[in-house]
């Protein structure tokens, strides 16, 4: 298997983490630049970043999202299995009017890197956007795309076939995390 695959198998979206160990600003710097290098529609470059990285910002992100639709009945992680940090998607709206894809080629790159250090993340989109502009100062020019959560997971996520058309993740009693996945063959269509 291909270093790249491999990675590849290890982002998950992970959702529980080992809170106590920390991610500084030079880890997600590096993640930032994995996404900097990365392909961007037009080249315009339009995304911006804001990094937080200690635990009274990571409080205020925290109480802005929602984690997990189809686990309903959990509202998140508890504390001590938090994130460690986040960065926050931006739209630069002085760049352009649109972002296209590179929101997504962005966070790709960001979650392969954070892999490749040991650690996981999820993409969240579910985020209360103007509570968390205000409650960060985040100047009006700039647009929540999504939150990306990180940290050093401590879930298993186990992926399996999917069947009967439930493409809904769950949990079973011992917690582990379970995503079924289309097969190859069902995606290919010639």
Same mark, same amino acid.
Not at 1 to 5: A, G, V
Not at 86 to 90: A, D, T, V
Not at 158 to 166: A, P, R
């Given at each position: 298997?291909?270093?790249?695959?491999s990675l590849l198998l290890?982002? $998950?979206?992970?959702? $529980?983490?080992d809170q106590s160990r920390t991610i500084s600003r030079d880890e997600l710097l590096e993640m930032v630049d994995a996404a900097r290098v990365s392909g961007s529609a037009r080249n315009a470059q339009p995304i911006k970043y804001f990094l937080s990285f200690d635990r009274e910002?990571?409080?205020k992100i925290f109480s802005t999202l929602a984690w997990a639709g189809y686990l309903s009945d959990w509202p998140g992680p508890k504390d001590g299995e938090r994130p460690s940090a986040? &960065?926050?998607?931006?739209h630069d709206t002085t760049l352009g009017a649109n972002y296209f894809c590179d929101d997504g080629i962005a966070a790709q790159s960001i979650l392969l890197t954070a892999v490749e250090c040991g650690l996981g993340g999820c993409i969240i989109a579910s985020v209360?956007?103007?509570k968390l502009m205000e409650s960060l100062q985040i100047p009006g020019h700039l647009a929540i795309i999504q939150v990306i959560a990180l940290g050093k997971p401590v879930e298993k996520v186990? &992926?399996?076939?999917?069947?009967?058309?439930?493409f809904k993740y769950w949990r079973d009693k011992d917690q582990v995390h379970h995503v079924p996945k289309r097969s190859l063959k069902e995606l290919v269509i010639n």
């Open positions: 298997m291909s270093t790249l695959k290890k982002n $998950r979206s992970y959702r $529980r983490f910002t990571n409080d986040y &960065l926050i998607q931006l209360k956007k103007e186990k &992926l399996e076939e999917l069947k009967e058309g439930d």
